[in-house]
């Protein structure tokens, strides 16, 4: 059921676009507008919300005990067990959380002429909506910075008015951190102008995912993620991922990387109508960009350009493009497939254009998070995607989730990994990332050397998404005990409640032996 969360903040204030100056390319000059907002008398009303670090998205189950969002990795390792008769027994448990029905969402609906700000920084969320910007001079803008921050299942309805130079999702992330923008919807477009509806600044220096995204009918790019990359400018490298999402009929490009690391896997770019124009009315749609120096992979991705519009299907300029697994093709007076150096393998020219699995074909869609699309690999429902990344030799592990499991798109069908039930198990090395979806938590996981492991976007340590017990027995005559715990702390089943046992806060003690 729908419903109504439009919130009213209490602080407003007026915002004017930093000045573009348009390149030879007839793409813009960056300006301090790609990571600062500068104020100035437009007249436009703002209505500025940020979310407070307590906020939930109420849609996901939490997942017990992710712990700190900077692990760089572990080692196998067990539980201890201390067997006996007479024990006390205390269970450091995680997080407890509900899930609400996918199909509720909340609405945002921007009066005319008004912009909408929301803010996100480390841990926060938003998650379940749909905006509203349909009436005149509506506006919205999401400004997320920081680690672990998602935006998920959002949805813009109604075409963008306004042809000034700014961007509906500014996304960056801190060095070492990541974050993930997953079922979005910015289908309905933007008038001719400089409007973008992704952007990611010189100042991302962490791990950006964008997964199930839909784009459509744009004048400034698709997804303009090459600034990182400007090292000119102090782009800060950040790395960007773009994964089943579809772009269509977007100006300068579809997609737009520049930095060592970035990529598009399991993606479509199609261009079959004249998009909206650029900086005077120029229209050159590319299909997937490539600038600043990085050297970018493009997988298992179709791109057709079916207008005389579409520009180059694979373009470089300034550092090199890997294509394999791919379908390209240019006609109907688009130029050339390839330009720079790309680099291809097992690269046909037959693409299916087909939106991929899981991404949202409307507002409504991805606001109640009911996956649309038709092609790719398909989709999952479940609610939960963890990662599983190498980080030198190949490394076996395996791993249960209290829920149900389900394969990702990385994972491999060779026999390398496998599913039984609700356990995974499979091996990773240097180059290698496993995925899986899963529902509940994860319960139990352990590798045989060093791997990098990120749930729903974000660097988790696994020693923390265990629940452990620790059980006390006294060897001969009573003893007592104390101990502390870097976690939450609750009874176990064996837990004297007489006052024998005790806890405070994160510190246990009791006593056992005799009649104890």
């Known amino acids: 059921m729908e419903k109504d969360s439009s919130p ?37 009303t703002e209505t500025i919300e940020t979310v407070g670090a307590a906020e939930t998205d109420g849609t996901a189950e939490a997942i017990g005990a992710i712990g700190a969002a900077d692990a760089t990795g572990f080692a196998r390792r067990g539980y201890l067990k201390l067997a006996g008769t007479t024990a006390a027994s205390l269970v450091a448990l995680g997080g407890v959380g509900t899930a609400a029905a996918a199909s509720d969402y909340g609405t945002i609906t921007v009066p005319a002429g008004e912009r909408y700000i929301k803010r996100l920084g480390d841990g926060e969320s938003f998650t379940n909506t749909l905006v509203d910007v349909s009436a005149r001079g509506a506006e919205f803008r999401l400004i997320a910075y920081g680690a672990g921050w998602e935006v998920r299942n959002v949805g813009i309805s109604g075409r963008v008015d306004s042809s000034e130079h700014t961007n509906v999702l500014n996304l960056s992330v801190t060095e070492g951190g990541s974050a993930l923008v997953e079922n ?9 102008g400089e409007y973008a509806p992704f952007f990611v600044p010189l100042r991302h220096a962490g791990t950006l995912t964008v997964r199930h995204s839909h784009v ?57 109508d004249r998009p909206p124009g650029v900086f005077g009315g120029k229209h050159t749609a590319r299909g997937i960009w490539v600038r600043e120096g990085g050297n970018v992979r493009v997988e298992n991705t179709d791109i057709l350009l079916d207008h005389p519009d579409g520009h180059v299907g694979i373009i470089e300029q300034g550092g090199s493009v890997t294509v394999v697994d791919s379908e390209v093709e240019t006609r109907n007076g688009a130029n050339e497939r390839f330009r720079g150096d790309v680099r291809t393998r097992n690269v046909g020219s037959d693409p299916d254009v087909t939106p ?29 995607h963890v990662e599983i990344t190498g980080t030198g030799d190949l490394v076996p592990y395996d791993f249960a989730v209290s829920g149900d499991l389900e394969a990702g798109p990385e994972f491999d069908t060779d026999g390398t ?100």
């Open 8 to 44: 009213i903040a209490d602080r407003r204030r007026t915002e004017e676009a930093a000045p573009t100056t348009p390149t030879t390319d007839g793409i813009e000059a960056a300006t301090a507008a790609e990571t600062t907002e500068t104020t100035g008398a437009t007249g436009t």
């Open 184 to 192: 979005v919807y910015l289908g309905d477009g933007a008038v001719p």
């Open 216 to 272: 459509r009918a744009w004048p400034n790019n698709g997804l303009y993620a090459s600034a990182p990359g400007r090292d000119s400018r102090g782009g800060k490298e950040g790395v960007v991922r773009v994964e089943k999402a579809y772009a269509r009929n977007n100006n300068i490009d579809g997609f737009r990387l520049g930095t060592d690391g970035s990529y598009v896997k399991d993606s479509v770019v199609h261009v079959d």
């Open 356 to 384: 991929p699995a899981g991404v949202p074909m409307s507002a409504v869609e991805a606001a109640s998070g009911e996956s649309g699309g038709g092609g790719g690999d398909g989709g999952s429902d479940l609610p939960h």
């Open 417 to 516: 990994d496998g599913i039984d039930g609700s356990t995974a198990s499979g091996q990773v090395n240097l180059t290698g990332t496993d995925d899986y979806y899963f529902s509940g938590r994860i319960t139990d996981f352990a590798a045989e050397g060093d791997v990098k492991v990120s749930v729903d976007g974000e660097r988790v340590d696994p020693d923390s998404f265990l629940p452990r017990e620790l059980r006390v027995q006294a060897v001969g005559d009573r003893a007592t005990y104390e101990f502390e715990v870097s976690g939450d702390l609750q009874p176990g089943p064996t837990f004297d409640t007489d006052g024998t046992d005790g806890i405070d806060g994160s510190v246990g003690t009791g006593r056992v032996g005799g009649t104890g």
